[in-house]
């Protein structure tokens, strides 16, 4: 998949999503915010401009989202993103009303159309999660120029081969094939049970 497909998965197939942002003390406020359309150059949505969350968005110019569809735990697929977001006004308005028909039944006329404005997260990093496979799948993604951040466990050459690190693994995703073995990121559920049993201190959180 590419990064046009996991920005289209959260906007057409999730379209609902949790969005964070940060408050004036600090602290961390959260919504339900639908995401409207997506392109290869980010994601786009609407909000009222009377709104606090249109003030925190302005003030910070950051968010935070997580985006999940699945019936159950193990049937979930799971897309966070967290990236740079800028207003770009109502030009895109009928553009997204014309996408997410609903949005008539909220704003109904042209007068309160005038409330709303359109934010695009431009630049940002994320996370493809995917629990209904076994092993799971988790793949970063990385949009508008954001520096890739590699994140996770890895297994430095102090490794001996004792493989006590397969034997703790839940997702079996240790390639014992060389020395030192191997860490499958894309399979790697970051649960850190490798590093708490390694007698040689040979695997290293990024």
């Not at 392109?39 to 609407?46: R, V």
Request: net charge negative; with cysteine.
């Amino acid at each position: 998949m590419t990064v046009k497909d996991y920005l289209g998965y959260i906007s057409n197939v999730i379209h609902t999503t949790i969005v964070a942002t940060v408050d004036d003390d600090g602290l961390p406020v959260t919504a339900a915010i639908d995401m409207m359309d997506s392109d290869e150059n980010g994601l786009y949505f609407l909000t009222a401009k009377g709104k606090s969350f249109y003030d925190r968005l302005k003030e910070r110019g950051f968010l935070a989202l997580t985006a999940i569809k699945g019936e159950s735990t193990l049937t979930s697929v799971a897309v966070s993103v967290r990236g740079k977001v800028r207003e770009i006004g109502d030009e895109k308005i009928p553009a997204l009303f014309e996408k997410n028909p609903y949005m008539h039944e909220i704003y109904p006329t042209a007068e309160s159309m005038k409330a709303l404005t359109v934010f695009q997260i431009y630049e940002g990093s994320g996370e493809w999660f995917d629990l209904s496979k076994k092993p799971i799948e988790r793949v970063s993604f990385t949009f508008g120029g954001a520096a890739a951040e590699q994140e996770g466990y890895f297994i430095t050459n102090t490794c001996t081969g004792c493989q006590s690190c397969v034997e703790v693994c839940p997702q079996q995703c240790i390639s014992t094939d060389t020395v030192p073995l191997v860490i499958h990121q894309t399979n790697c559920l970051h649960c850190g049970n490798c590093v708490t049993v390694c007698p040689v201190g040979a695997v290293r959180r990024r």
